[in-house]
């Protein structure tokens, strides 16, 4: 699997809410994470990143999520507490359940309901996991991490998704930070929702022929923020 997600999701945000002094309205601040690239991105692109975070429920409402879970790919199942660290992964294929804190690296493993003592057997396995949680978490909520730690936004312009949509189009590409910082996206924000509506991934900077074209569909409420299920041929089930 594609894990580009940045390892920056460990670091908790605090939200906050301001003023219009125009018309007195609340207005949601999105404050960027310490080393988001502002002075490199395209303010533009940071407007539009502040958008989808309001369409997707608020920065508000996504520090206030305690904990996510859900089903990748059919593959695995995750349980994330996004304030303590936490992360259960369980891998029914392989008869495995790894337990992970992502902010200290330490956990368990069991495989047929063994734990395993082994010391340089338990780290191969916290790495394995911290892999799998740094790639599942960012297909699950990537639109609320556009202006992480190390990320780029580039404003592309308008552009057409492959359902015929029209959108905004930003590009997300990465300074030394994450498993793969060599990957860049294309992500598609829809005209009328401000709802990310497909991605593209490239494994390199420089391509210009995207590995995959994927559809951001199918959005479900989960403790006040909206997540995306329906990926085309993929799907990422939220328990709720």
Known sequence: MYKSL?????????????????????????????????????????????????????????????????????????????????????????NAVLNLNVFTGKGTAFYDSNEILNADTLAMNLEKAMNIWINDSYWLAMPFKLKDSGVKLKHLGDATTEDGASADKLELTFLKVGTTPDNKYHVYVDKNTRLVSQWDFFSKK?????????????????????????????????VR
């Not at 219009?20 to 999105?30: G, I, Q, R």
């Not at 904990?67 to 303590?84: E, P």
């Not at 391509?207 to 006040?224: A, C, H, I, L, S």
């Open 6 to 94: 940045l390892l920056f999701s460990v670091v908790l945000w605090f939200g906050c809410q301001s003023t219009d002094k125009n018309n007195h309205t609340p207005k949601e601040v999105n404050p960027a994470a310490s080393g988001f690239l502002i002075e490199a991105s395209d303010p533009e692109a940071i407007k539009i990143a502040d958008e989808v975070m309001l369409a997707m429920g608020g920065r508000a409402a996504w520090d206030a999520v305690d904990t996510l879970a859900w089903n990748f790919f059919g593959l695995r199942d995750l349980v994330w507490s996004k304030k303590s660290g936490a992360v259960t992964i369980t891998i029914p294929k392989e």
């Open 206 to 238: 420089e391509e210009t022929k995207p590995k995959f074209k994927m559809p951001w569909k199918g959005y479900v409420e989960v403790d006040g923020i909206l997540l995306s299920e329906d990926r085309g041929k993929r799907r990422v089930e939220v």
